[in-house]
């Protein structure tokens, strides 16, 4: 059965960095674009950032264009976002996804991280 797990959260203060990571099991997600999205507390769940299938390509939401990169190691199954220059509204659930298709829609997410928690204090 296929899985994607995440890791990496934590409580960090503002100004300050986490890299998060997903490792996927149960298939080759070579093929699919991988992505991460986030929610808040009493907000919903928004797009962060995507890489294409091969790495060539990343797509970042403007909240975290600039202080965010989303990478992938597809011999190692695994997907990482390094997040540096944490502010506190960065606060929220960070999930992981897998999509053979456009991933920057939640609807066409093909499979979810069970999510990990990051909190920002000032």
């Known amino acids: 059965q296929e899985h994607l797990v995440d890791s990496g959260g934590g409580l960090v203060q503002a100004g300050g960095s986490l890299r998060l990571s997903c490792a996927a099991s149960?298939?080759?997600?070579?093929?699919?674009?991988m992505g991460w999205f986030r929610q808040a507390p009493g907000k919903e769940r928004e797009f962060v950032a995507a890489?294409?299938?091969?790495?060539?390509?990343?797509y970042y939401a403007d909240s975290v264009k600039g202080r965010f990169t989303i990478s992938r190691v597809n011999a190692k199954n695994t997907v990482y976002l390094q997040m540096n220059s944490l502010k506190l509204e960065d606060t929220a659930v960070y999930y992981c996804?897998?999509?053979?298709?456009?991933?920057?829609?939640?609807?066409?997410?093909?499979?979810w991280g069970n999510g990990t928690l990051v909190t920002v204090s000032s």
């Open positions: 996804a897998a999509s053979l298709r456009s991933i920057a829609v939640q609807e066409n997410v093909d499979y």
């Open positions: 149960g298939r080759t997600f070579s093929s699919y674009a």
């Open positions: 890489i294409s299938w091969s790495g060539s390509n990343t």
